[in-house]
């Protein structure tokens, strides 16, 4: 028995419960108590858990068995205390101890590599983000503090990028920016836009205000009636419920949060909401230096219908890039503050390079990266590092699946080059995914001409789609590119 005293790691284990004196054991009968022939058996269990130990693929499988093995000899610990007596209990605990000790060794070991469990994944492609997810965008805070920076009179703004690229996000993030005296007000479209007349709609801004009032003040104003709004003239009552605001917001700002601003237009093209609304708009912004508003979407002001025209010199207008390469480094390794993988700083590159600081694909390129790492190491019990490598990256890109994942964002931009004026945007994006091209290279490769040309190059440009450099345009997104590589171009 002494000789189990030899084992100097766990794996040296199995061997000793291999032995014969362990797979014949006594009858109980005989020279040795029963309680020692009850503890080597005991013993040999744990032999046969690191023996499972040793087998198991998974890391699941060998954290169940060391923590087996663990609570065995925890038991058996208990049971030589009690129950076997001098000189064998000095041999039994003297054993118990030192394999306690390598199996607690060993299972530190697999807990140091924190593979206990699959990685939460952290990264989100797709709803709008807020807390340690939600990255960059310093200067737009900063542009958006400067102009409503004057207690007295607040600009009101249009907020324009391509598709993903973050607006509703910061819309989301506005609140926690601004100092307490200045209340977001969310008048999403998605759901402002389900009402099915203007009426509605105000009727619904009434109450979003009315929302983000201090109790004390709700009490003092009381709620916005249905009926003031649906049976009077809505504008009125809405100027009307505005002049009370006015009484008991004592010093308070109102930002009103249109997100998806396009969406108005869809309803008024239905007849559901009434072109005026926009005049009326242009008038509250102007009358109430406290009601300041904020549409989001992927069009400038200058490329909506002429119904937007009230607001063209009332509102500034901001665009939604690319994160910078800081604010997307920051993204990719710490997207919560626990966060336990590390990037290569190839693959942080790579990456960057790839998206162009497009905030949605980096998240989409990292979750799938966090999945593919947790199905390799749980489901396929391979052992790897927890490191993403430049290899790690290019799995994931090399997979049509990515294609598809991240669509919403690639038809997104494609369907607005295909819609938007000037036409032959689409003839230059397909031309131009397989090299640089200069506009000259471009009238000479597509049926358009050399005008027709330089109008579409500007469209894209000012979409970020594409950029120039040297005299040539490329695609901004490197990806984008390869999704028409890989999507369009078969098609023809
Ligand atoms: N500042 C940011 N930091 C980190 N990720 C971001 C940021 N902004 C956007 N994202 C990523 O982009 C995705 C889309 O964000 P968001 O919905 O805000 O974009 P959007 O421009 O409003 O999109 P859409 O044009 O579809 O309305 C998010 O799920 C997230 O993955
Ligand atoms: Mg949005």
Known sequence: MESFLDCTQVLDIPAKTQTNAFLDLPPSETALRPEVIKALDTLRDVGTEITIYQNATSYANKQSAILRANDILNSLNEYATNQIITPEKAIISGIIYEWRKLVSTEGGKLAGQGLLNPVRNPYMAGNPVTGSLFVGREDIFRRLEELWMSPEQGESVILSGQRRIGKSSILQNLGIRLGHQTTVVDFNMQIAGAGSNTSELIHHLAWQIYDRLPPTQKQALGEPKSQQFTIENPYYALKRFLNQVDKVRDGLRFIIAVDEYERIEDLIEKNVVEPK????????????????????????????????????????????????????????????????????????????????????????????????????????????????????????????????????????????????????????????????????????????????????????????????????????????????????????
């Open 277 to 492: 609304l926009i005049w009326f708009w242009r008038g509250l912004i102007q009358t109430y230096p406290w009601f300041i508003m904020i549409f989001a979407g992927w069009h400038e002001l200058h490329e909506m219908c002429n119904y937007w025209n009230p607001l063209f010199a009332s509102v500034k207008s901001i665009q939604v890039g690319f994160l910078s390469p800081h604010a997307a480094q920051k993204l990719i390794t710490e997207p919560v503050p626990e966060f336990d993988i590390d990037y290569n700083e190839e693959a942080i590159n790579l990456i960057i390079d790839l998206t162009n600081g497009q905030p949605y694909l980096i998240q989409l390129i990292c979750r799938e990266l966090v999945t593919n790492f947790n199905r390799e190491v749980f489901e396929e019990g391979r052992e790897r590092e927890r490191r993403f490598t430049v290899e790690d990256v290019e799995t994931i890109i090399n997979n049509p699946d990515f294609y598809s994942d991240g669509n919403a964002y690639f038809t997104g931009i494609w369907r607005q080059a295909e819609k938007s004026s000037p036409p032959g945007q689409l003839q230059i994006l397909r031309k131009l995914c397989n090299k640089e091209l200069s506009p000259l290279q471009l009238e000479q490769e597509t049926t358009l001409s050399l005008e027709e040309v330089q109008a579409a190059l500007q469209t894209l440009q000012a979409h970020d789609v594409i950029r120039e450099q040297d005299g040539c345009y490329g695609y901004t997104v490197k990806l984008m590119q390869e999704w028409v590589k890989r999507t369009i171009v078969p098609l023809r």
